[in-house]
């Protein structure tokens, strides 16, 4: 695959991160506020879910950002050396926890973090991960003794292997989307936030429709970052 070599590339190197695509997220977590928490939170760990997260850019840059927030000791807004609006939180009482999935294993050494090497469409399989990580993360709190919906982000960078055929690459990039659907509306808190990558293929318009259909119609927002490239037709769906 040919590596363009523009700015992001080239900033992606000087700051330390795997791959130019940390810039999207640091651009939607800008804009939407996706990394922003409630100061006054129950006590239990912020839980962020990555899907597709080879080769680990968006990880670093969810680390990076959480550990920010947890060396900080007030509660006012300041944007930090990612250049990343973070709301400052009072310490917190237990560590956050990001659980990440991709068919690939990443070589990652980062803070929070616990790696996985799962088909992410195995529904059964990934929720019994996260039950094990709510479990060891909580002091045995699982999915059926949270008082609520325990996942705060769910971020996903994924992409469908591509065969070069329009529509065949539009109807896999759909599926992945829907499998995943179900994890937000079973798993995402109310006030829950995610940020997931689609492609302005056949079926966009309905796959948005789609989302803003499921409660979530006043918070649905498409955005399609300045690092991404032009000629891309990646874009994002955020809900805020």
């Not at 006012?76 to 991709?102: C, E, M, R, V, Y």
């Not at 399989?125 to 993360?137: F, R, T």
């Not at 997931?196 to 309905?206: A, N, T």
Request: with cysteine; hydrophobic share 40%.
């Amino acid at each position: 695959m040919l590596e363009i070599q523009d700015h992001y590339f080239h900033l992606a190197k000087k700051d330390g991160y795997v791959a130019r695509s940390a810039y999207k997220l640091q651009e939607i977590d800008e804009k939407f506020k996706l990394f922003w928490f409630n100061s006054r939170r129950e006590s239990k760990p912020i839980v962020v879910i990555d899907i597709g997260c080879a080769p680990g850019s968006w990880l670093q840059y969810t680390s990076r950002t959480i550990s920010q927030q947890l060396k900080a000791t007030s509660c006012k807004p300041q944007a930090t050396i990612w250049g990343t609006w973070s709301l400052k939180l009072q310490a917190w009482s237990n560590h956050p926890l990001i659980i990440w999935f991709d068919l690939k294993k990443v070589e990652l050494n980062l803070p929070f973090t616990q790696t996985f090497v799962q088909d992410i469409t195995e529904q059964k399989k990934v929720m019994e991960i996260i039950n094990e990580q709510l479990a060891i993360s909580t002091n045995n709190l699982t999915l059926n003794t949270y008082n609520s919906k325990p996942i705060d982000i769910i971020i996903s960078d994924m992409a469908p292997d591509t065969v070069g055929n329009k529509g065949t690459d539009a109807l896999r990039a759909c599926y992945l989307v829907m499998e995943t659907m179900r994890m937000y509306e079973t798993l995402l808190k109310k006030d829950g936030k995610f940020a997931i990558k689609v492609f302005m293929w056949p079926w966009f318009e309905e796959l948005v429709q789609y989302c803003r259909d499921r409660r979530w119609a006043a918070h649905i927002k498409v955005f399609k970052p300045k690092a991404c490239r032009k000629e891309s037709k990646e874009t994002y769906i955020v809900k805020v």
